[in-house]
């Protein structure tokens, strides 16, 4: 990446995608650190910035800093915003073609040195003005844990970008990119890029160190294993009443990961339908 060329675009329509949540077996999440509308749909507008800056090779990612509770977990779907700058008076994109998706367990530590690799896919082919997703469920892509930092950490590897490796500046403003939102970002290590030269040098970045303040709207559906195993001091997915102990602590600190188990009520909301949801899935039982 060499710098944070950015472009101000309309992001319009950007996708309406509904996440699938009634699976019996299972507790989904979404993961998104960015603050687009959970479901995608920009009414009458998103707005975002166009990182023009990424040329082949390189990966921008999002990081999701999670706790052990969460893991092991299974990435069931990889949700992409993909855009060119077509308020500027671009027509269709011809680079949708992209190399892959590659899912880590961790943080980068530095370096060139990748995180853990759990999964890597074919090419893709994305859609742009939409938050294309990738459903990764057949694919048993489990995470079985998050490594120091509890965490995992998923991108998109270029191998077309809007900038060639060669020269380093923006030749096709046309291209399609990753978008990156405009409200900030709350924690500097949330977006990355895997840089193959640049100002900075190859490597593991922040995004941030780029000048980009925004979060990179790459989302992850999750589901976790065993999701009833709020307690792993006993072992790997064990059940027992301090399964119960440690999600009742969980309801009454508003956690996600309790608070979540239904959502029928909202996204974020703590209230009996956890607590039923909870016991449904103690008593299923693990795999
Ligand atoms: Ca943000
Ligand atoms: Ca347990
Ligand atoms: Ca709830």
């Given at each position: 990446m060499r710098d944070s060329w950015k472009l101000a675009a309309c992001v319009a329509g950007c996708g309406a995608l509904a996440v699938a949540c009634d699976r019996a077996s299972a507790q989904e999440f979404l993961l998104m650190n960015d603050g687009f509308p959970a479901a995608g749909v920009c009414n009458p507008a998103c707005t975002g910035n166009l990182q023009m800056g990424f040329e082949e090779r390189e990966i921008g990612a999002a990081a999701f800093i999670l706790d052990?509770?969460?893991?092991?977990?299974?990435?069931l779907n990889v949700q992409i915003l993909w855009f060119n700058n077509q308020a500027g008076g671009c027509g269709a994109p011809t680079n949708n073609i992209q190399e892959g998706i590659f899912v880590y367990s961790d943080l980068p530590q530095g370096g060139v040195a990748d995180p853990h690799l759990v999964y890597g896919s074919p090419p893709i082919q994305l859609t742009a003005g939409f938050l294309n997703n990738f459903d990764l469920e057949s694919e048993n892509v489990i995470v079985e844990n998050g490594g120091v930092n509890d965490s995992i950490l998923i991108g998109m590897q270029f191998a077309d970008g809007a900038a060639p490796a060669s020269g380093g500046v923006v030749t096709d403003p046309c291209a399609a990119t990753l978008v990156t939102d405009l409200n900030g970002a709350p924690n500097p290590v949330l977006s990355w890029v895997k840089a193959t030269g640049g100002p900075l040098g190859p490597g593991w970045w922040p995004m941030s160190a780029f000048g980009v303040s925004g979060d990179i709207v790459i989302r992850a559906v999750v589901a976790p294993v065993c999701y009833a195993d709020f307690d792993k001091s006993a072992g790997a997915i064990s059940l027992d009443i301090f399964d119960f102990l440690a999600f009742q602590t969980a309801f009454v600190s508003n956690d996600r990961l309790a608070c979540d188990c239904d959502t029928g009520t909202g996204r974020g909301l703590c209230d009996i339908f956890d607590f039923l949801c909870f016991q449904n899935a103690f008593v299923a039982g693990c795999p």
């Amino acid at each position: 990446m060499r710098d944070s060329w950015k472009l101000a675009a309309c992001v319009a329509g950007c996708g309406a995608l509904a996440v699938a949540c009634d699976r019996a077996s299972a507790q989904e999440f979404l993961l998104m650190n960015d603050g687009f509308p959970a479901a995608g749909v920009c009414n009458p507008a998103c707005t975002g910035n166009l990182q023009m800056g990424f040329e082949e090779r390189e990966i921008g990612a999002a990081a999701f800093i999670l706790d052990e509770r969460w893991f092991p977990l299974q990435i069931l779907n990889v949700q992409i915003l993909w855009f060119n700058n077509q308020a500027g008076g671009c027509g269709a994109p011809t680079n949708n073609i992209q190399e892959g998706i590659f899912v880590y367990s961790d943080l980068p530590q530095g370096g060139v040195a990748d995180p853990h690799l759990v999964y890597g896919s074919p090419p893709i082919q994305l859609t742009a003005g939409f938050l294309n997703n990738f459903d990764l469920e057949s694919e048993n892509v489990i995470v079985e844990n998050g490594g120091v930092n509890d965490s995992i950490l998923i991108g998109m590897q270029f191998a077309d970008g809007a900038a060639p490796a060669s020269g380093g500046v923006v030749t096709d403003p046309c291209a399609a990119t990753l978008v990156t939102d405009l409200n900030g970002a709350p924690n500097p290590v949330l977006s990355w890029v895997k840089a193959t030269g640049g100002p900075l040098g190859p490597g593991w970045w922040p995004m941030s160190a780029f000048g980009v303040s925004g979060d990179i709207v790459i989302r992850a559906v999750v589901a976790p294993v065993c999701y009833a195993d709020f307690d792993k001091s006993a072992g790997a997915i064990s059940l027992d009443i301090f399964d119960f102990l440690a999600f009742q602590t969980a309801f009454v600190s508003n956690d996600r990961l309790a608070c979540d188990c239904d959502t029928g009520t909202g996204r974020g909301l703590c209230d009996i339908f956890d607590f039923l949801c909870f016991q449904n899935a103690f008593v299923a039982g693990c795999p």
